[in-house]
């Protein structure tokens, strides 16, 4: 049994069901709606702020991508817009060294691959890929369906039920669930779950899209790469729309957008690209990333026995799906891991 469908929860599910396991999703609202649907997609193992104890899953993880997507893409019949163009990158030449096959750009090389990018100083290409998280929820959860996954929504979990010092089920606040194991996919509310609270906790951030002028809605993206600049992230979809952001905020459970932070991501964005003053806005939302006390993932079983925990992968819940499925696939199952486990422990907490 998993609660939570997000990316995560919603990997996992379709996995188990692949290798034969019956599997229940537990829902508290519609799967793949809060953190999942929020995000801007960017698979962006060459970020330098990825922590050293997570680069070798984060690289791998970035290399299951294609074999993933295309995988679930014939088993949903939905394309997650996988796109493959790389990130044009102003960082400092320590920040690239996080990202061994990033190449240096020079301006004329830039003005060529994007030209409408206002010069902004030394770039670095990264070879990095985007998804529409929206996209990839949405197959995530067809593919599941159709092979047999099962989910009930609407009521949130509250607590794992045990019985002889083991997780048996899982009460909601409307019925009982039992399960032979029971994993914590719950995000930003894994610490809500009783009794043992997964020590997750809500953070912030804003987004911004922005769309083409009337007339133009299935003109090519304005800038192919995704941009990365210090200040903003500017992500292309295949059907033109341009995302912005994001904030990081410890803001509790408060997802309202601020009109101020809308403005400051526009003003930022076409400082960068200039064109993108001529896109309209189309819509702003907020969603809640689910931080961990360290930065880590929380990856494994608890102290509890039949009771797993994956979740804690706070920016980059959408980059690391594909392995945390396997991974997690692969202790329910009592095989060794492909990783070391140990950093990502739900029982390094205590």
């Known amino acids: 049994m998993i609660i939570g469908g997000g990316v995560i929860g919603l990997s996992l599910a379709w996995r188990l069901r692949k290798a034969s396991a019956t599997v229940l999703i537990i829902e508290k609202g519609e799967p793949a709606r809060e953190a999942t649907a929020a995000a801007g997609g960017m698979l962006a193992d060459c970020d330098p702020g990825i922590p050293p104890e997570m680069r070798a899953i984060a690289t791998e993880s970035a290399k299951m991508y294609p074999g993933f997507a295309r995988e ?46 206002a010069p902004c100083g030394p770039a670095y290409l990264f070879p990095e890929r985007s998804i529409d998280p929206r996209k990839l929820g949405r197959a995530l959860d067809k593919a ?62 804003q987004m911004v899209c922005l769309i083409p002028q009337a007339g133009e809605k299935h003109a090519a993206p304005l800038v192919q790469h995704v941009i990365r600049t210090p200040q903003i992230y500017i992500i292309p979809r295949t059907d033109g729309r341009i995302l ?50 360290d930065g880590l993932p929380i ?14 992968h706070f920016r980059d819940g959408i980059l690391l799906a594909p392995i945390s499925a396997l991974l997690m696939l692969q202790v329910l199952k009592g095989r060794k891991p492909d990783f070391d486990m140990a950093p990502f422990s739900p029982q390094r907490f205590g």
Not at 93 to 109: I, N, T, W
Not at 166 to 193: H, M
Not at 299 to 312: D, E, I, N, P, V
């Open 244 to 293: 912005l952001g994001a904030t990081v905020e410890e803001a509790g459970y408060e997802k309202r957008v601020d009109p101020d932070k809308v403005k400051r991501f526009t003003d930022l964005a076409i400082a960068v690209v200039p064109e993108i003053a001529k896109m309209r806005f189309h819509d702003a939302w907020a969603g809640l990333r689910p931080g961990s006390p």
């Open 299 to 312: 990856l494994g079983a608890t102290s509890l026995k039949g009771y797993f925990a994956a979740t804690g």
């Open 144 to 205: 599941g369906r159709t092979l047999g996954v099962d989910l009930v929504s609407g009521s949130p979990a509250t607590e794992v039920a045990t019985l002889g010092g083991r997780a048996i089920g899982v009460r909601t606040a409307k019925s009982f669930y039992t399960a032979g194991a029971v994993v914590n996919c719950a995000g930003a509310w894994a610490s809500q779950i009783k009794p043992l609270g997964v020590p997750t906790r809500p953070v912030k951030g």
């Open 72 to 117: 679930l893409q014939a088993e949903a019949f939905q394309s997650p817009d996988l796109r493959e163009h790389g990130t044009i990158a102003y960082l400092s030449a320590d920040e690239s060294r996080a990202c061994r096959a990033a190449k240096v750009l020079s301006e004329a090389e830039v003005a060529e691959l994007e030209p409408s990018l």
